[in-house]
């Protein structure tokens, strides 16, 4: 089947998906979740967030869309956010997001996703809603066997934040298969960039990715980038990983969402990632050259359960959706991060 009959099997007579309805954004006032906003607005969605604001700002949700300031797991107010908006389909960005943190305290993560998850999804069931993308990871897959990685390689995750996603993405296979409700999950790789129109980024205080540091030491608000391990099985010493833009990653959970409207009995499990990786030292010369400047680096030993390489196998995401990266260039991304950073810091945050 072609890619064309996927998207006209519940297309409307104009030829076009219907997007009938409102896209709840759990986790919208977030990074990612700013920016899968901005693609359903984009794309002529209406929108709702629940936000509860502990990593997001409100801010950052695009006045277009309506903001719920809740918990995931307060089903009054997320059942009434969905029967008083018409919500027709959730993309459930909300979570606890660092992996370290997810060591020291894994009861938090446990919490906040699986248990939080499951009363977001109790909700979404009880109301009826019919489709619902996951942000999963590339975490699920813990140490890969095999680089690129497959969607069907071993799920082995070395940390409390993998596992609670990976036990998020069961329990929505097994909801799938007892409600009429068909799911997405998404598993990211590394996330970076930021709107090339200059409308999100990201603002996470405290953020732990290596692009969103390295901006922070151009402009200012960090000394220098500390590079974890310099003896990994790679060509340089150093991690590799896939960058994506994170606007390409937006723009995936909106196909997704035609897909899981056109194809009600299906769900799908798919890699974001571009196929590629850099290396941690190719990524700081990136942004040596996008910003003209020699950041410094610190050589640090290497973190705990750090894999050599991630990379993604992303043939089943371009053989399912019409989606094609419109941004996969190193420096573009790095310029879009900094270009995000330098509004931050003339904003004072
Ligand atoms: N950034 C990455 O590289 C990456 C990679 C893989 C997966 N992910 C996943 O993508 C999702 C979004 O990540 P992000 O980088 O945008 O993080 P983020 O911290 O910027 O966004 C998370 C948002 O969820 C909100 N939130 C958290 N717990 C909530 C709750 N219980 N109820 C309501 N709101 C809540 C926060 O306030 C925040 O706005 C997460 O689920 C994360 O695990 C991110």
Request: a negative charge; charged letters at 25%; hydrophobic letters at 45%.
């Amino acid at each position: 089947m072609s890619l064309k009959d996927r998207v006209e099997v519940g297309a409307d007579k104009g030829g076009t998906i219907m997007r009938d309805g409102t896209v709840l954004v759990t986790g919208g006032a977030g990074y990612i979740g700013s920016h899968a906003v901005l693609a359903l607005l984009d794309a002529g969605w209406s929108v709702v967030v629940i936000d509860n604001l502990v990593t997001g700002f409100d801010w950052a949700v695009d006045s277009r869309a309506k903001l719920v300031v809740a918990n995931i797991d307060d089903a009054e107010a997320v059942r009434s956010a969905i029967r008083a908006h018409g919500v027709t389909a959730v993309m459930h960005f909300a979570g606890s997001v660092v992996v370290p943190e997810s060591v020291t305290d894994p009861l938090k993560y446990y919490r906040n996703t699986p248990a939080a998850s499951r009363s977001l999804i109790e909700s979404v069931v009880a109301e009826g809603v019919r489709h619902f993308i996951f942000s999963s990871t590339a975490a699920t897959y813990g140490i890969p066997e095999k680089v690129p990685i497959r969607e069907d390689s071993p799920k082995a995750p070395i940390n409390p934040y993998g596992m609670s996603k990976l036990m998020t993405e069961i329990m929505l296979k097994d909801v799938a298969a007892a409600h009429p409700m068909n799911y997405c999950a998404l598993r990211y790789f590394n996330v970076a960039g930021a709107d090339p129109q200059g409308r999100s980024g990201q603002s996470t205080i405290g953020a732990t990715h290596l692009i969103k540091i390295a901006v922070e030491a151009a402009t200012g608000k960090r000394s220098h980038v500390g590079v974890y391990g310099t003896d990994f099985a790679t060509a340089d010493g150093t991690g590799v990983r896939d960058y994506i833009h994170v606007s390409d990653l937006a723009a995936a959970h909106v196909d997704a969402l035609d897909l899981l409207i056109a194809r009600p009995q299906e769900s799908h499990t798919m890699n974001c990632g571009y196929g590629r990786g850099f290396s941690v030292l190719e990524v700081l010369d990136a942004v040596d050259r996008v910003t003209n400047m020699t950041i410094e680096r610190k050589l640090e030993g290497r973190r705990a359960g750090d894999p050599d390489a991630l990379v993604a196998d992303n043939s089943a995401i371009l053989a399912a959706l019409p989606w094609r990266p419109k941004y996969d260039d190193l420096n573009g991304i790095v310029r879009d991060a900094l270009a995000w950073e330098r509004k931050l810091a003339e904003r004072g945050r």
